[in-house]
């Protein structure tokens, strides 16, 4: 049972999943990943129920991902641009910062610019992103993997869903209407951006959040995930459609196309204006050159699982 899971088992089942996905990286590099992803209060993990402890673990394993992907390898340098074009992304903010700025004395400032000046607050001013820098450095003292650590930890920080929105939202727009009613500019040059250094700031912000809705954060990393999944479907879907193309011609692409929107054979015929076994040759056409060809190269599972799963439904 999950709740019978102890912290020893915890940690040897991080220790083991560094050291399949990452064989070549020092015992102590994988080492110091586990220590920061469990953070430094394990009694923590001593209390919680079954549910509690699922919803952590999704969590954790979301963190991971968020290293994975984007910074853990990666020269500092080109992880932090790599953060900033992350946080850039966010639809919902730009909006809001080119809003602001387009109210403010100082109209030239870009998105990129307003996020990095609310990163080097962050650092200065939050209470969590300083405990988070404080234990990084009792994690590691490799300047690489430090990087790593914090920037892989303010993005997932940043992203927390509040009220359906990432946390940097609300940030930025404090940040904003703050340094308006003051008329301060602050742009952070690249030696005043200093996100991993020696020294760490301890002095308490009244602003700071520290809290973490876990159930949000989770529904954050399913929606994440699905739309990781459905760029990566649509991206096999289309190089399949131009595989048959080639091979079978146009008429195969448009089965393909409402076979996947769940048509019938019948169906298909009749808006291919086809006999319906002419289509199911076709179907048969596609389905050899999918899986036995196209499919070897690319997601074999993915276009298998599309193709059996809808004849089955069509056959039920």
């Not at 590099?29 to 430094?40: P, Y």
């Not at 209470?127 to 650590?149: D, E, G, H, K, M």
Request: net charge positive.
């Amino acid at each position: 049972m999950m709740s019978k899971i102890t912290m020893a088992q915890l940690t040897q089942t991080w220790r083991s999943q560094l050291a399949e996905d990452y064989p070549q990286a020092s015992v102590a590099n994988r080492d110091s990943i586990v220590r920061w992803l469990l953070g430094d209060d394990l009694e923590r993990f001593d209390n919680l129920t079954s549910a509690q402890l699922h919803v952590t673990q999704q969590a954790l394993s979301f963190r991971y991902r968020i290293l994975q992907k984007r910074y853990l390898g990666i020269p500092p340098e080109r992880a932090y641009r790599r953060l900033i074009s992350r946080l850039s992304s966010l639809l919902v903010l730009r909006h809001k910062v080119r809003a602001l700025v387009a109210l403010s004395r100082d109209r030239h400032r870009t998105v990129v610019d307003v996020i990095q000046e609310v990163l080097q607050e962050l650092l200065l001013r939050d209470r969590y992103i300083q405990q988070q820098v404080a234990w990084i450095a009792q994690c590691t003292n490799n300047f690489q993997l430090r990087s790593a650590l914090l920037f892989a930890s303010i993005e997932e920080y940043s992203m927390r869903p509040i009220r359906d929105r990432p946390l940097l939202v609300y940030r930025t727009i404090d940040y904003l209407q703050r340094t308006a009613r003051g008329g301060i500019t602050y742009s952070p040059n690249s030696e005043q951006l200093q996100l991993v250094s020696d020294e760490f700031f301890t002095e308490e912000s009244d602003n700071s959040f520290s809290w973490l809705d876990n159930h949000a954060l989770v529904a954050y990393q399913e929606a994440e995930t699905e739309a990781e999944q459905k760029a990566m479907h649509d991206a096999v879907k289309q190089e399949l459609s131009d595989y048959l193309q080639v091979k079978l011609g146009m008429e195969a692409v448009q089965w393909l196309q409402l076979y996947l929107q769940g048509k019938s054979q019948q169906a298909i015929a009749n808006q291919l204006n086809l006999d319906v076994r002419q289509v199911y040759r076709l179907r048969e056409k596609v389905c050899y050159h999918a899986e036995r060809t196209f499919a070897q190269k690319k997601q074999p599972e993915l276009v298998a699982n599309w193709l059996k799963a809808k004849v089955a439904e069509h056959q039920s």
